[in-house]
Structures are given as structure tokens and as C-alpha cells.
């Protein structure tokens, strides 16, 4: 395919929200786009230390980031920030310095939370971060997705409620990536 889409999911959970939004939202995309869901759980907590002898984990992350045409992060919020799992896998492969594997990607953030403000914070704390590492995040639309009753049907795709706004958004996404793929 022609585009390859890096996705950081922020939950470890086997029944994660924000799992299967990241899974559905695929199903959006034109034909040209797949999508690959990283393994992050696997790595171990980031120690300065390892930055000359990166272990397995994080060379395949630092590979799988480098190649893709660019990145999707699907995240919850935990305590009004991004999980420590997904800040973990940030730090790892944004180091050694200068040797980033985020540096000119660009991407896009979305969440889902069963809170009324549906990770609106948390995804404000990641622009952040993803700004310093020269990773330009998709603006507008904004995706602050409330998990409720009805959000992914049967299928585990998304239902009627809420398929026009996130089919808009994830044409919004396509239109970024084909504009700005490395
Ligand atoms: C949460 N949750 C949560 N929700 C939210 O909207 N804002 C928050 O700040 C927090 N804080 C928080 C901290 C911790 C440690 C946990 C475990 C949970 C609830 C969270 O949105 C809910 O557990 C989601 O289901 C997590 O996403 P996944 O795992 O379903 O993708």
C-alpha cells in the first residue's frame, strides 16, 4: 500500500476503548492506507543508560516508526495526562539524541474515555510533546470521543451515532498524511 500508518495505541488493556477505536477508525481509510498497531508493552521502563545498547524492543519500535509514512496515536487519559505506558514508548524512541525516529513524521490523536471531556486533556499534554519532537499533529478536526452505548456496533465497527463525524475526521487525517508523508 502506499501509505503505512504507524499506530501508538495508549492502553495495554485487552479490552481497551481506545484499542478498538484505533482498530475501527482504520476502516475509514481509503484502501491505500493500512495500519499496524505497535507492541509497546513490551518495553522495558527507559533508562538513560541503554541509549548506547538499545534493547530489542525499542530498535523494532525505533524501525517500525522510522518506516511509516506516518503515525496515528489512539490514547486514554489517565489523571489528566497520556498513560506512562505511551510516554515510555515516546521517550525510547525519541533517544539516543539525534536520534529520533519521530523527527519530520507527522500524525494524528484521537481518544476515548467514558468521561464527559473524553480525553481532551491528555491529547493537549501529547500535542505537547509531539511538538518538541517535530511530529506535526493533525489541528482540527478535534477528537475527544465519550465512550458510551452504541459507539462500536455488533461488528466492532463504529455505529451509526458517531460514523459521519469520525469518517470526517479520518478524511481529515488521510488529506494531512498525503500532504506531509515521509
Ligand atoms: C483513568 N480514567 C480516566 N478517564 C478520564 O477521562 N480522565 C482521567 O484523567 C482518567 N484517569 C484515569 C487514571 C487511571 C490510572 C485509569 C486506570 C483510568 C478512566 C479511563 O478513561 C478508562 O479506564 C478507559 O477505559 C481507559 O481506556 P481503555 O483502556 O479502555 O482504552
Same mark, same amino acid.
Given at each position: 500500500?502506499?501509505?503505512?500508518?504507524?499506530?501508538?495505541?495508549?492502553?495495554?488493556?485487552?479490552?481497551?476503548?481506545?484499542?478498538?477505536?484505533?482498530?475501527?477508525?482504520?476502516?475509514?481509510?481509503?484502501?491505500?492506507?493500512?495500519?499496524?498497531?505497535?507492541?509497546?508493552?513490551?518495553?522495558?521502563?527507559?533508562?538513560?543508560?541503554?541509549?548506547?545498547?538499545?534493547? &530489542?524492543?525499542?530498535?523494532?519500535?525505533? +524501525?517500525? @516508526? /522510522? $518506516?511509516?509514512? =506516518? *503515525?496515528?496515536?489512539?490514547?486514554?487519559?489517565?489523571?489528566?495526562?497520556?498513560?506512562?505506558?505511551l510516554k515510555n514508548a515516546i521517550d525510547h524512541a525519541s533517544r539516543p539524541y539525534g536520534q529520533s525516529a519521530f523527527t519530520g513524521k507527522s500524525a494524528g490523536v484521537i481518544g476515548v474515555s467514558p468521561g464527559?471531556?473524553?480525553?481532551?486533556?491528555?491529547?493537549?499534554?501529547?500535542?505537547?510533546?509531539?511538538?518538541?519532537?517535530?511530529? &506535526?499533529?493533525?489541528?482540527?478536526?478535534? +477528537?475527544? @470521543? /465519550? $465512550?458510551?452505548? =452504541? *459507539?462500536?456496533?455488533?461488528?466492532?465497527?463504529?455505529?451509526?451515532?458517531?460514523?459521519?463525524?469520525?469518517?470526517?475526521?479520518?478524511?481529515?487525517?488521510?488529506?494531512?498524511?498525503?500532504?506531509?508523508?515521509?
Open positions: 500500500s502506499r501509505y503505512n500508518i504507524a499506530v501508538l495505541v495508549g492502553s495495554l488493556r485487552r479490552e481497551s476503548f481506545n484499542r478498538r477505536l484505533a482498530t475501527a477508525i482504520a476502516g475509514l481509510a481509503p484502501p491505500e492506507f493500512t495500519f499496524k498497531q505497535l507492541e509497546i508493552g513490551d518495553l522495558p521502563l527507559y533508562n538513560q543508560d541503554d541509549d548506547a545498547d538499545q534493547p &530489542a524492543p525499542v530498535k523494532r519500535l525505533k +524501525a517500525e @516508526i /522510522q $518506516a511509516a509514512s =506516518g *503515525l496515528l496515536f489512539v490514547t486514554p487519559e489517565y489523571n489528566r495526562s497520556i498513560p506512562g505506558v464527559a471531556i473524553g480525553t481532551a486533556v491528555a491529547q493537549q499534554h501529547l500535542r505537547g510533546v509531539l511538538a518538541y519532537l517535530d511530529v &506535526a499533529t493533525l489541528g482540527q478536526p478535534e +477528537a475527544f @470521543i /465519550q $465512550a458510551k452505548e =452504541g *459507539l462500536f456496533d455488533e461488528a466492532g465497527q463504529i455505529g451509526p451515532g458517531s460514523r459521519k463525524f469520525l469518517q470526517n475526521w479520518m478524511d481529515r487525517y488521510v488529506a494531512w498524511i498525503r500532504r506531509h508523508a515521509t
